[in-house]
């Protein structure tokens, strides 16, 4: 009579876990909660199944299993029982702390840091990963067998490998041991731990599913914001198309009369003093103007072969005047052989906005240093760096610094830099912007042009 009824109540105990391992698995879909809930149960003092639990997962590409996670009787105490007095209604607990105390624990940093070949060379492997089969210690396996070493190493004496599967697809397995006490695992505990290792394949799959399905509407979203921030951005760059075009002629004619007006009027008196300003202004806003109108037109390429050092050439010496008004030393390292195929206007446009930008940089003087070679990443690749001693960008604005409109000067358009990386991007290259020393730094890379032999 006893033994009948130590039958049944470890029946009912079983079942019990069951149950409430099913509504534990349908508590949540994070990946990350599910792992630790379902290595917890099976080591729990309330399960009273295992003393330890490592969970392997499998890479789709390579085949390789990577080591989760690795849980022990000791780690596993922070797990609650919620609604322990309704049974159809229980389930397990834990909280972001006790998770990440497991993950603090050596033994999970030992599992965490191990990783197995799951090529089917190995009879474990072929066992549970390709049969999809619950091996155990009692199994003969190789001896010599890098998998079979390294699980040997992990595992105390009896240990049981569940496989994790999920329509027809292998995800991983569940190790489970006795180090402290050594007790054998039954075949009863065999059993448990396999509909165990059913139900977590199920609802790591699941969750795996969502993550999924949560990446591609996280992607959609930020795409369909590009999109409509694309299409406002379209909608004001054509109306400031079209109103710079309108103001360029009433500009120009209000410039050109106030230039006579300067012409005529005694060069200390007050309304010389105010034609100047008018005709300084004037010029400010034109320039404005056609940066505005630049970056609106669509850009076309007239692709020839474009050599970099005579660009960097013409660049200084068009900027030379204000170099040596600024009193700012200039040094241009080239290599002759450098070409690139694109539109050589719009790459010195480019190096000579930089340039001019670096001056601005140092009112009071400095140094601007311009290096072109080959990219030591990549020889296809010239790489330009364009840097200067005037102080550098603040960390906060490096990330803005192309955007359009983004400006920390006073009389900026902020369409500069925008303009630059236009350029770069369409001949297709890139920029990367950053500090270096007492300045700023600017890289420009762009594809060499492919000489045919």
């Known amino acids: 009579m006893s033994l009948v ?108 840091s191990t990783r197995l070949d799951g090529t089917p ?60 006490s ?20 199920m609802a790591i799959e699941n969750s795996m599913l969502y993550n999924r399905v949560e990446d591609a509407h996280s992607s959609l979203r930020d795409a369909k914001e590009r999109l409509v921030h694309g299409e406002r951005l379209a909608a004001i760059g054509e109306m400031a198309a079209n109103l710079a075009h309108e103001l360029k002629n009433p500009l120009i004619t209000i410039g050109g009369f106030a230039g006579r007006l300067l012409k005529g009027l005694p060069t200390e008196s007050r309304e010389s003093h105010y034609a100047e300003t008018i005709v300084k202004e004037v010029g400010r806003l034109e320039k404005m103007l056609a940066e505005i109108l630049a970056f609106s037109r669509k850009p ?41 195929l694109g539109d050589g206007h719009q790459l010195k446009q480019a190096f000579l906005n930089l340039m001019l930008n670096a001056c601005d940089a140092m ?16 020889k296809h690749s010239v790489r330009v760096i364009i840097r200067d001693s005037g102080g550098g960008i603040p960390v906060e604005m490096l990330p803005k610094i192309f955007n359009p409109f983004f400006t920390t000067k006073r009389h900026g358009t902020g369409l500069g830099l925008a303009i630059v ?19 700023a730094e600017f890289t420009i890379i762009l594809p060499m042009e492919k000489r045919h032999t």
């Open 363 to 378: 009112p009071s003087g400095g140094r601007i240093g311009v290096v072109a070679s080959r990219s030591a990443l990549d």
């Open 121 to 180: 060379d190995c009879s474990l492997i072929r066992s549970v990963i390709v049969g999809r089969r619950l091996y155990t210690s009692a199994d003969s396996r190789c001896q010599t067998c890098d998998v079979c070493r390294i699980i040997g190493r992990l595992c105390s004496g009896s240990f049981a490998i569940a496989p994790l599967v999920s329509r027809s697809r292998s995800l991983g397995f569940i190790i489970v041991d006795n180090p402290s």
């Open 421 to 439: 990386n236009r350029i770069v991007t369409n001949h297709g290259g890139r920029i990367e912007a950053g500090n270096h020393g007492e300045g």
């Open 300 to 340: 076309t390429i007239c692709y020839q072969s474009c050599n970099i050092a005579s660009i960097l050439k013409d660049c200084i010496e068009n900027c030379q005047a204000t170099l040596e008004d600024q009193s700012i030393l200039c040094s241009v390292t080239s290599e002759d052989d450098l070409s690139v």
């Open 5 to 112: 009824r130590f039958t049944s109540e470890k029946q009912i105990h079983e079942l019990t876990i069951l149950y409430q391992f099913s509504n534990t698995m349908l508590s949540t879909i994070r990946l990350n909660t599910l792992t630790h809930l379902i290595l917890s149960i099976l080591t729990s003092e309330s399960s009273r199944l295992f003393e330890r639990a490592m969970l392997f997962l499998r890479n789709e590409n390579s085949g390789a299993l990577q080591g989760m996670l690795g849980v022990n009787s000791d780690t596993a105490r922070g797990l609650q029982i919620v609604n322990a007095e309704d049974v159809l209604a229980s389930r397990w607990e834990i909280s972001d702390e006790q998770m990440a105390l497991q993950r603090s624990d050596p033994f999970c940093q030992d599992v965490r």
């Open 182 to 201: 050594g007790d054998e695992i039954t075949r009863e505990e065999l059993h448990l731990l396999q509909l165990i290792a059913n139900q977590a394949g």
